[in-house]
């Protein structure tokens, strides 16, 4: 800046004098030069003012990136100093709550060494005070159990005291659960090693045959879970987690030893029983198909509407269904459950395993009868269902008829036992298969130890049924069925009752 401003100041010399001395010569150029020396004067006067603000504005700037600098340093330094004081802070309450914890521990352990130190001085307390015989007696008949922590509220059981005692007649005892007590105690036994359950220092555990009870007094009388509660004196909720455990139960223990399909030497006592029965040769089973009233799904709502129902008895009915094969005593050796009521009985039969295992072979050479709602098979043999029927076709029917009503009167005593088939159920959807499954195996443990139902319980079983839209699937079995009724008909095995 100062050797600039020398060099300006000598330019200025050097052109003063340049002017002054043409200036001598003549005077109309000393006053151009004079004026022409002005213009120059102004134009370095601005120069040097435009300078001057330039250096002004740079050391402006170089002041304002200064002070961004110390405020940013600044910043850096207070939010440092937050989140250190932040961390102590955290590590702080840490500190304080792990403190806490082990003092909480500490106080527990306390309190569980001076009960247990407590018990410990209560029994020897007693043992020093007994004699000998007296706690050989306690030993065996009055251990103290656990003491009981929790408040539970008191309800009565008299009537399950009562009904399980040993003067209860027999005849009472099977009123109210279907089955005699001999029945009873081997359906307990059976289920001993699934159900049982072990006390806790809360509260005792149900004791199995109150369990089993619950389940079979509430499946024979389809009675509400309010009322099942006050018969054995439980809580509704225990009432009904009992009822699905113990269903459950006999599903996976019972199921396989009751309810399953007969082996060979089974297969052939069957076919001659259900030979002398209607003189149809090979038939191993009788099918029959029902439904079971539900209240209104959340889902697919239209699939469980029951038309049939509905129009019949004039009120909205949902349903789902349950098919059945039965031998020649009304015992299940197959069940299908849980299709919707909506479904005809040869939908749920193409559904069925059932009809997979026809399809494998495992049926050839044997008939499984059934009614007009199912179509006729290789291995399902039906009655005819065409007008103008002639003297052959109306026997056959009739023996057919026979057979079918083995299954129809296996279904209408499995109602009659378990009335909670033959109303609305409190049970999910998607619980009633293990539950309706329980209704076939005690069915079946009824019959096979016979069990006879009480006539009080006979049910009148309505289920429509309806010809399939395709009802003959096989040229050969129609010609089977002709070959079967021309044999009743002409070796003396058919009927005439059709006729009055």
């Not at 340049?18 to 022409?36: C, E, N, R, V, Y």
């Not at 199912?374 to 291995?379: A, S």
């Not at 036992?417 to 443990?445: F, M, S, Y």
């Amino acid at each position: 800046m100062i050797e600039n401003k020398l060099l300006q100041q000598r330019k200025r010399r050097k052109t003063d004098a340049a002017i002054h001395g043409g200036a001598a010569a003549d005077p109309k150029h000393q006053m151009k030069t004079k004026g022409l020396s002005e213009i120059i004067t102004s134009l370095l006067l601005f120069d040097d003012h435009e300078k001057h603000e330039l250096d002004e504005i740079d050391k402006s700037d170089h002041d304002e990136k200064l002070q961004f600098e110390q405020n940013h340093i600044s910043k850096r330094r207070a939010m440092a100093d937050y989140y250190s004081s932040l961390q102590s802070s955290h590590e702080d309450s840490e500190r304080i709550e792990s403190a806490r914890k082990r003092k909480s521990k500490a106080a527990n352990a306390a309190f569980a060494s001076a009960a247990a130190e407590a018990v410990e001085k209560s029994f020897s307390t007693a043992s020093a005070v007994t004699d000998d015989k007296e706690k050989e007696k306690d030993e065996k008949t009055a251990t103290p159990g656990p003491q009981r922590r929790l408040w539970v509220k008191n309800r009565s059981k008299d009537w399950w005291d009562q009904c399980s005692g040993p003067d209860f007649p027999d005849a009472e005892f099977k009123k109210a659960f279907r089955m005699g007590k001999q029945t009873f105690e081997m359906i307990c036994s059976e289920l001993t090693a699934v159900v049982a359950k072990e006390n806790t220092m809360l509260r005792d555990a149900v004791p199995v045959r109150q369990r089993v009870a619950v389940c079979i007094w509430r499946l024979a009388t389809g009675e509400p879970l309010r009322l099942v509660s006050k018969k054995f004196g439980l809580g509704i909720s225990t009432c009904h987690k009992l009822v699905l455990e113990v269903c459950s139960a006999i599903r996976n223990v019972l199921m396989p030893k009751y309810l399953r399909w007969p082996d060979e030497a089974g297969v052939i006592g069957m076919k001659r029983e259900f030979e002398a029965i209607s003189g149809i040769p090979n038939v191993v089973g009788a099918m029959y198909t029902t439904h079971i009233p539900i209240i209104a799904p959340k889902i697919s709502v239209a699939a469980y509407f029951n038309r049939r129902h509905t129009e019949r008895n004039q009120k909205t009915s949902y349903s789902i269904t349950v098919q059945g094969v039965v031998d020649h005593r009304g015992v299940f050796s197959d069940v299908c459950i849980g299709y919707p009521g909506s479904m005809s009985d040869d939908q749920v039969l193409e559904k069925s395993t059932l009809y997979q295992r026809a399809g494998a072979g495992s049926y050839q050479g044997s008939w499984i009868v059934g009614g007009g709602g199912y179509p006729l098979t290789d291995w399902v043999l039906v009655p005819y269902t065409q007008q103008n029927l002639t003297w052959t076709q109306h026997a056959f029917n009739e023996k057919v008829g026979d057979v079918a009503g083995v299954a129809r009167g296996a279904f209408a005593r499995l109602k009659g036992r378990w009335g909670c088939l033959q109303r609305r159920t409190e049970v999910k959807l998607q619980d009633l298969p293990v539950v309706l499954g329980a209704c076939c195996v005690l069915h079946n443990i009824c019959e096979m130890r016979g069990e006879d139902p009480d006539p009080d319980l006979d049910f009148d079983l309505v289920d429509d049924e309806m010809v399939p839209e395709v009802a003959l699937r096989s040229a050969s079995a129609m010609k089977a069925r002709d070959a079967i009724a021309h044999n009743l008909l002409h070796h003396n095995h058919a009927g005439t009752s059709f006729l009055s």
